[in-house]
């Protein structure tokens, strides 16, 4: 199948890759990939994929690359022809990226870095809260629900995730550091990598990812 074009949203657990790939998928009709969300679906729904993750979820590690190759191969071929894909969470790995490289060819790829402090990482990761019904993101330090439920569909459950726990939060820094910061290497003598700067408020990193995405699209189109 054909892709439209392709962000790839770099950056520490909590630098906001969920939240920002959230806001640009609905300004922009894209579609948002997110393997932190199909590894919980799967574990939800309790398929051996999600068997096999959960502990290793639990525990902050990285699921195996195998696993979560055939999760996102199956995503993407699953997708609709032609329609733009924003990646978070994906890759994590330089084998995941090789991966993607293989499979998106010559498409227009973008990838942005969300940069952000690891105290700030902390702060946010022990402060968010998911809607269980919609998978709305809220934090109880700066954004949270206007009342006890959802804002979005009014789900009473807000949970905090398995991994939120401080302690996790640290190993996944660690993992982190050892297994994706190589990433930014990977991708940065590319033409189409951008940083931004996701210690500003949620608005303005995503005024700024707007700007860097914007300029994709004139590319494309040749305006
Ligand atoms: P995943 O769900 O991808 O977790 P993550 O990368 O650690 O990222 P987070 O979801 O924690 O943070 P985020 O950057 O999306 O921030 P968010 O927008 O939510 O993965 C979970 C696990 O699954 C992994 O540990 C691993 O085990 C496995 N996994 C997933 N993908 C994998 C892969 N490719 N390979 C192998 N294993 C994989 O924001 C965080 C909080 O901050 C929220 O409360 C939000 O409201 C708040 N916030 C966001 N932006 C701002 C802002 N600008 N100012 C103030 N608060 C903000």
Redesign the pocket.
Known sequence: MSYGSVVILL???????????SLLAKACGCDHV????L??EAVRNQTSLGMR?KA??DA????P?EL?LELVADKLRSGKENTGIIL??????TA?AEFLDKVLGTVATMTIQ?AIDESEVVR??S???TCGDCGE???V???PPSGANCNVCGGKDLIQRP??REEVIRR?LE??EEQTAPLVEYYSSRPGFHEVD?????D??ARAVREIVGSLEKQETGS
Not at 34 to 37: C, L, R, V, Y
Not at 60 to 63: D, I, N
């Open positions: 950056g520490a657990p909590g630098a906001g890759k969920g939240t920002q790939a997110s393997t932190g969300d590894l919980r993750s290793i979820m902050g590690q990285l699921v690359d979560v978070d969470g994906f890759p994590r790995t995941q969300i946010r990761l402060g968010r809260r993101i809220y934090n330090h700066s954004s991994d939120d996944r993992v982190y996701g210690s500003a408020d949620v303005e990193v």
